[in-house]
C-alpha cells in the first residue's frame, strides 16, 4: 500500500497491549540491562532520546549496537521520560549542543516514541547541529493518537501535578500555554537540511501507526511491537545504517522491512 499525504487520519489505538508486555518489562526498566555505552567508539556522534514513562537504560541495547558499527551513542540525561514536553526539551537542547561541540561535528538524534517527536522539535530549533534523525514509532502526525493505558498514565501525572509533585507532565502540557512552543515546532514542516528517518509498524500495540508516516522523511516498515522495536535486530539495523548515511544522498524513498 502506497504511503503518501493521503494515509487515513490516526486514532487512538485499541490494539491489545498484551503484544507490549515482554518489551514493555525491558522499557520500564524491570529487567536487568547493560549499561547505556557513551564514547568508546570512533565514529559520528549519535544522541539517543527514550520514550514516555522510559529511561536511557531502555536504549542500551541500542546503544550497543551503534557502538559495534563504529558510532559514538549518546545518552539523553533522562531518568524517566515523565516531565513537561517543553522543559525536557530545553534540557535536551543543551545536551544536543554540548556533543555538537566535542566532537565539532553533527549530531544524528534518534527517538523513541515520545523521544522521537522531541527529536524533531530539536531539529527544528537547531538544525545546524542535526544530520538526521530516527524516529522510532513517533506519532508525530498525532500524538494523541496512542493506547488509552497511556492516556490514564498522563492524566495521573497530571493530577500529581496538580497536587504539587514537580519534575511531571501536567494538564497544561495537552493544550496550554507550557508547551504552545513544543507542539508549534512539532507541527512545522521539517527542519531545512536535516535528513529524517520514519519507523513504524503495524503491529504497534500503543501507537497508530498511522501517525507516524512522515512524508518528509524515509519511511520503514519493520514487524516489531511498539516496546520491541529498541531492541528488534532489523530495527537496530536501519538505525545504525541511517545513522551512517545521513548526508550521503540516500533519498527519500520509501523502504519496507517486515521482520518476523
Known sequence: MPLSGDTPAPLPVLTPFWREMGGAWGLLGLRR?????????????VLLIPGFLAGDQSLSTLATHLVSEGLRPWPAGVARNIGCSEATTTALLERLDWIAARYRSKVTIVGHSRGGLMARVLARRRPDLVAGVVMLAAPHREPLAIHPLLWLHGIAFGAASLAGVRGLLRFSCIGGACCAHFRADLAAPAAPGVEYVSVYSRRDGLVDWRACVDASARNVEVGAGHCHLTTDRTTLDVV???????????GQAERRVCAA
Do not use: N, Y
Not at 33 to 45: I, N, Q, V
Not at 242 to 249: C, E, L
Open 240 to 250: 545504525a545504517d541511517a545513522v551512517k548515511h545521513f548526508g550521503v544522498g540516500s
Open 33 to 45: 540491562e547493560r549499561p547505556l555505552l557513551e564514547a568508546s567508539a570512533t565514529g559520528a556522534p
